[in-house]
């Protein structure tokens, strides 16, 4: 059990107050923070005007000049520093800033470049004690990173267009793990320079404005998410544990008269709003829940639903976590009302217990379980001295339990090494995407395709700098990719990679075709085409620097991207059934060449019919009454046999206007890039 940490930032004067000619009615001496209530505002007993409130940590920021200045660096020493304490132990953590607009909350949780705050700080951190950990310990970093925008839930770390009212993410409730965004991005990095480009990143993508009170407001909530996965092995036992480092910058509270806001901005003010009273709801809630009598317990009702803020914050507020509140004021008088109203909420929340449970891996847990189980049948039997019956069953117990130890310990260890040395390679990296795990790499790579129907792993053979020799596992020397296919050659053929170009060089007597075309002479690959070597082994190569280029030139024009898809398309169909045709296999028994040609003839109808009206939408519709009375003039013309003559393609296309390409044209310019 452990209580919600609370600590209270006073910010300087800003200017619109210092034009205001405000005076400083808050003050902080130790961890205590007091308010005076300013003349201006009656409705109270002298002796009643000054309000004092006790928290775990009071900064004063308002002079910088002063000793007792509350600098960014101390505050990270006193709150950040527990925060990946606990997080490193294995406990889930939470820290959010909460106050009205303008009261410091970004600034005490992103800062500046020259004066970075709790976000950076903490990453900064989590790396420096990643490097001072032991060897034997190995770490798995994830990041995601969103936004709660109109109440709803956008992805800062993928591209996306302005927020709007319709469409964001789905937020999503696990019965063990607690509310999830569904599709949310999650990014591996193994660097902290990764993780401040994804920070600076989401920044960029996040909705901020100008409104009367702050030139820099937030119009949305941010959670930045740590993902942190220790996994090492004690007395010869897997140990794997998993803790999440929740950092939010809420929106601040607004006065719609005092921020001058209309239209969008007023809307997304009364959003923020109302999320942020449902969050005082629920601090409210949980106070009482915590310090209530028992019979006053099962009344309470918690309306964590209420708001998707309070949702996704449900296991920080009053769950499995150790959660810090950092609670940002204004000193002016002229924010008297919010400033006390945020510091009686921070004094609400210290009221909230929270029940922080170490995150063990369910696999490992087992392990754990099992060798427990192992010493206590030990120690039965080193009790009996096999004089019980029972103790050849005993015996036979514990050498089972004992060989489900070693079995379960040796697989973990198989594959988190596994995993671990794929994610150190500086040119793999694994995201995941909603229900999907996109595996990226920036380096020209091989793509296994696998006509077994048994067959369910995805292959990737990514192309270093310099050769990479491909062959079968009984070549004399070393082979970069091994293959297991029949017609392959122990030394098949080489892969030279020079400066962003790949070459395939073929080695004597081996069969190698790209395209369908067999090779025996180097050939340079570009994206997209389809390798086949000996008799079944068939890759698709891809260039990401090529393909990003490619890109870039389709974006240039609608007309020319269509035309680039549509005949990429054809080559990619009639490619992959000329290599399925020289494949013997289980592909040959279902599709014979007929049924191949027919399939690659229907695809270039397709694109035909798709390039003649591409024509006919940039050439205008002025010539289809003439081809339509062409046609029908066609049609009333009979034969001999009495049948029906078709108008022939090149007397129709030549009722075209000149200044129209025709499909035939289109089709010519296509082979000619």
Not at 352 to 374: F, H
Request: glycine share 6%; net charge negative; aromatic share 4%.
């Amino acid at each position: 059990m452990a209580s919600v940490r609370v600590a209270v930032r006073v910010r300087p004067l800003n200017k619109r107050e210092r034009q205001l000619s405000s005076s400083v009615i808050v003050h902080v001496k130790e961890n205590t923070t007091s308010i005076h209530k300013p003349s201006s505002v009656g409705g109270e007993k002298l002796k009643d005007r000054v309000k004092i409130f006790s928290y775990e940590f009071s900064y004063d920021s308002t002079d910088r000049r002063s000793p007792a200045f509350a600098s960014q660096e101390r505050i990270f020493h006193d709150l950040g520093s527990d925060v990946l304490k606990a997080a490193f132990e294995g406990l889930n953590t939470c820290v959010f800033a909460y106050g009205q607009t303008g009261s410091g909350k970004s600034y005490t949780m992103m800062g500046h470049a020259d004066d970075k705050g709790l976000i950076p700080r903490i990453c900064e951190g989590l790396f420096s004690e990643i490097r001072s950990k032991n060897k034997a310990v190995s770490f798995c970093t994830e990041v995601s990173y969103l936004e709660i925008y109109n109440e709803r839930v956008q992805d800062l770390l993928t591209k996306r267009t302005a927020p709007t009212d319709g469409g964001g993410l789905r937020v999503r409730e696990h019965p063990r793990d607690g509310p999830y965004v569904e599709n949310l991005s999650k990014h591996s990095i193994l660097s902290h320079s990764d993780l401040e480009d994804l920070i600076f990143l989401g920044n960029a993508n996040r909705t901020t404005a100008s409104t009367g009170m702050n030139n820099v407001s937030s119009r949305s909530h941010a959670i930045f998410t740590i993902s942190i996965t220790q996994a090492w092995l004690d007395a010869e036992l897997p140990r794997e544990t998993l803790s999440k480092i929740h950092l939010v910058d809420l929106a601040g509270s607004e006065r719609a008269n005092a921020t001058c806001t209309t239209g969008t901005r007023l809307k997304e003010g009364a959003n923020i709003n109302k999320s942020l009273v449902t969050l005082g709801s629920v601090i409210s809630a949980l106070a009482d829940l915590s310090g209530g009598a028992t019979t006053k317990k099962k009344q309470i009702f918690i309306p964590f639903r209420d708001s998707v803020l309070t949702w996704l914050l449900k296991d920080s507020l009053g769950g499995n976590s150790v959660t810090t509140m950092i609670a940002t004021v204004s000193p002016a008088d002229v924010n008297y009302i919010e400033t006390l109203s945020t510091l009686r909420y921070a004094s609400r929340a210290r009221n909230i217990v929270n029940s922080p449970t170490v995150n063990e891996d369910g696999s490992v847990k087992v392990i754990r379980e099992l060798q427990a189980e192992v010493t206590r049948l030990r120690r039965l039997l080193e009790v009996s001295n096999g004089e019980l019956p029972s103790s050849v069953d005993v015996a036979d117990e514990l050498h089972q339990n004992e060989e489900k130890v070693l079995a379960l310990t040796k697989k973990w260890t198989s594959e988190w090494g596994e995993t671990q040395s794929i994610l150190q390679e500086e040119a793999v990296a694994l995201r995941k995407e909603g229900s999907g795990v996109v595996l990226d790499c920036q380096l020209p790579h091989l793509i296994g395709i696998d006509d077994d129907l048994l067959s369910t792993g995805i292959i990737l053979y990514y192309l270093k700098e310099g050769r990479t020799m491909i062959g079968s596992d009984e070549a004399s020397c070393s082979q970069g990719i091994v293959l297991h296919w029949p017609g392959l050659l122990a030394e098949h053929c080489v892969l030279e990679s020079r400066a962003g170009t790949v070459t395939l060089i073929p080695q004597d007597g081996a069969l190698c075709s790209v395209n369908g075309s067999v090779v025996t002479e180097p050939c340079q690959l570009t994206q997209g085409v389809i390798i086949q070597l000996g008799r079944g082994t068939v890759l698709r190569f891809n260039h990401p620097t090529e393909a990003a280029h490619l890109k870039e030139k389709c974006q240039s024009g609608l007309l020319s991207a269509v035309i680039l898809s549509l005949t990429d398309m054809t080559k990619s169909a009639e490619n992959l059934s000329e290599v399925m045709l020289q494949t013997p296999g289980k592909m040959e028994e279902k599709l014979n060449q007929q049924e191949v040609e027919q399939q690659v003839q229907e695809s270039q109808n397709r694109r035909n019919r798709d390039i003649k009206r591409l024509s006919e939408e940039n050439c205008g519709a002025p010539h289809q009454p003439r081809a339509e009375e062409k046609t029908t003039g066609a049609e009333i013309k009979e034969t001999v046999c009495g049948q029906m003559d078709v108008p022939s393609t090149e007397t129709a296309e030549s009722e075209v206007p000149s200044s129209c390409p025709t499909s035939a044209t289109v089709e010519k310019l296509m082979t000619t890039r």
